[in-house]
Each structure stands twice: as structure tokens, then as C-alpha cells.
């Protein structure tokens, strides 16, 4: 993980949001988001759009 990764802002605005977030055990590049299985880039769109985080 990188210094300019996206993914950790993502991930903690999200859970300061409200919302269950954790790793997809299965694969380490999904991530299980209120029960829905999503990649990253899926995530960080989630994010964007909710308002958390600029697009």
C-alpha cells in the first residue's frame, strides 16, 4: 500500500459514516461493504458519491 493510496480514506470515511466495512477475507483486493462484496475502485466510488470524499 502506498503513501497515495486512496483506499484507507475511503475505508474510514465510510465506517465513520456508518457503514460495516472490512477486507473480503476470500480476496485481499475486495472489500465487503455493508454485507455487498466490492473492489476497491467500487468502494472509492462509493465514497464519492455518498460525499465522503472528492471525486
Known amino acids: 500500500m ?3 493510496d486512496p483506499i ?3 475505508v474510514a470515511s465510510l465506517i465513520a459514516a456508518g457503514y460495516m466495512v ?3 477475507a476470500e480476496d ?7 454485507g455487498e462484496v ?18
Open 38 to 55: 466490492m473492489t476497491g475502485a467500487e468502494l472509492l466510488d462509493e465514497a464519492t458519491r455518498m460525499g465522503l470524499m472528492d471525486g
Open 28 to 34: 485481499p483486493c475486495l472489500w465487503r461493504v455493508n
Open 8 to 10: 484507507p480514506e475511503a
Open 2 to 4: 502506498s503513501e497515495d
Open 22 to 24: 472490512e477486507p473480503f
